[in-house]
């Protein structure tokens, strides 16, 4: 249970890596651990969402509703010490999500209304667009072990590559791709696409 004074927890739906089951799902049960957050069960997006995998199969759910499905994932309480956790291996600072607003429901119960709205981490609406076309506007409803399947650990990364790099090469990957990621960097002098293992 969040026990930080009496402040009020920041409520995360969470639909990737931060799951059960998944690797960074460590970061929950350290922080559950201390006091700094709490499983509060099993939820669904209320509206359509993209949820799509990038580059070492990292998953990136996309603000465009009404697009994609309506996304399963685990929601938590977490306290103002854990937020700035999650954020910190999000990279909120440095442009790799954002954490906004988003409606959600029970699990199982699409049918009574009720919904809270509370919030995510979405891919950064600097490459959403591109990432979502580049995988060719089809996401999934749940992020599973067949999804994840080819994930990388951030320390099995090429480490001389910044996540943004690392998303521009996999966006520019697809000879479909659009022009969306201009505002990615561009490593200097350009990668050739084989650098990293897709």
Request: aromatic share 10%; proline share 7%.
């Amino acid at each position: 249970m969040v026990t930080e004074g009496t402040e009020k927890p920041t409520i995360i739906f969470t639909y990737g890596t931060l799951k059960r089951g998944f690797s960074n799902h460590v970061l929950l049960q350290d922080m559950i651990a201390a006091g700094d957050a709490s499983f509060l069960g099993v939820y669904q997006t209320v509206d359509r969402l993209p949820l799509v995998c990038g580059p070492y199969r990292v998953p990136f759910l996309i603000n465009f509703p009404g697009s994609g499905e309506h996304v399963h994932g685990e929601l938590y309480a977490v306290s103002a010490r854990g937020l700035i956790r999650m954020d910190e291996l999000e990279g909120i600072t440095r442009g790799h999500y954002e954490r906004l607003p988003i409606k959600i429901r029970p699990d199982e119960d699409e049918e009574s209304g009720k919904t809270m709205e509370v919030e995510a981490y979405y891919a950064h609406r600097n490459y959403a667009e591109a990432l979502w076309k580049r995988n060719e506007e089809k996401g999934f409803r749940c992020y599973t072990e067949k999804e994840a399947k080819g994930y990388v650990k951030r320390k099995d990364r090429p480490q001389h590559l910044t996540f943004l790099e690392q998303i521009g090469i996999f966006i520019s990957s697809n000879p479909n791709s659009c022009c969306c990621n201009k505002n990615l960097p561009v490593p200097s002098p350009p990668l050739p696409v084989n650098v990293v293992n897709h």
